[in-house]
C-alpha cells in the first residue's frame, strides 16, 4: 500500500520558495542543507515533508531541470511495504536512470536526520517525474495510529496519445486500480483522464 512520504519541488531560489509556502499555506520550515551543487529545505504540514531544491551551480541536475521546465514537482515519494519487490517490477519495465539519484538520496537521509535510518530505493516516473521509494519500517507499519498523508491526490498531465501507456506503467509498478474516466471537452479545451487508486483506498 504505498502512502506519499514527501513531494521534492525544484525551484530557482528554495529560500524565496519557502517564504511563501509557510506565509501562504501555513508550512513550517525545518531545516535546510547546502551541498556542494544544490540548496535543499526541509518544510512539513501536519503530517506531510515537503523538500524545495534550487541549484548552487550551472551543473547541478536541478539545473538542467529548470532549463526545461518551470518550476515544479520532480519527485513523489512513496512509502511502500517491500522496497526490493517495487523495485524488481520496475526493472522491467522502464530501462531509464537519473544522475541525481544518489545525491537525492544522501541529501534525505541528512535533512531527515530525526527519523530513524530508511531504506531507500528509486524509480523512474513517467516524463520528468520520479518516485523516491522509502521502505516502512516493520513497527510503522503495525501501529494502527500511524499518520496519514494530507495530500489527497497528485495528477500527472501527458501529451496526447500517452494516456494508456501511462496507466498501464503504473498500475504494473504500484499495483493501483482503474477507478472513474473522465471525457472533458470545452470550446476551447479537452481532456481524458484516468483515476487510478491503490486497492486499500
Not at 530513524?116 to 530505493?121: D, E, F, I, T
Amino acid at each position: 500500500m504505498p502512502l506519499i512520504h514527501h513531494i521534492h519541488f525544484y525551484v530557482p531560489d528554495a529560500m524565496a520558495s519557502q517564504a511563501w509556502f509557510c506565509r501562504a499555506i501555513g508550512m513550517r520550515m525545518v531545516r535546510c542543507v547546502e551541498r556542494e551543487d544544490r540548496l535543499t529545505c526541509l518544510l512539513k504540514y501536519r503530517t506531510t515533508w515537503f523538500l524545495l531544491s534550487s541549484p548552487t551551480t550551472t551543473h547541478s541536475p536541478i539545473a538542467r531541470y529548470l532549463q526545461n521546465h518551470a518550476p515544479g514537482v520532480a519527485d513523489i515519494a512513496l512509502e511502500v511495504d517491500h522496497l526490493s519487490h517495487v523495485l524488481g517490477r520496475a526493472a522491467g519495465l522502464r530501462q531509464e536512470s537519473s544522475p541525481d539519484e544518489p545525491e537525492a538520496l544522501c541529501q534525505l537521509d541528512e535533512l531527515l536526520e530525526s527519523s530513524p535510518r530508511a531504506r531507500w530505493g528509486w524509480v523512474p516516473g513517467w516524463g520528468s517525474v520520479n518516485h523516491t521509494l522509502v521502505e516502512r519500517s516493520r513497527m510503522a507499519s503495525r501501529s494502527p495510529g500511524r499518520h496519514r498523508s494530507v495530500i489527497d491526490h497528485v495528477v500527472l498531465n501527458v501529451p496526447v496519445g500517452e494516456l494508456d501507456a501511462v496507466v498501464a506503467y503504473y498500475v504494473q509498478l504500484f499495483g493501483f486500480e482503474r477507478r472513474q474516466i473522465f471525457q472533458i471537452q470545452t470550446d476551447r479545451s479537452g481532456l481524458s483522464s484516468q483515476v487510478l487508486m491503490d486497492p486499500s483506498g
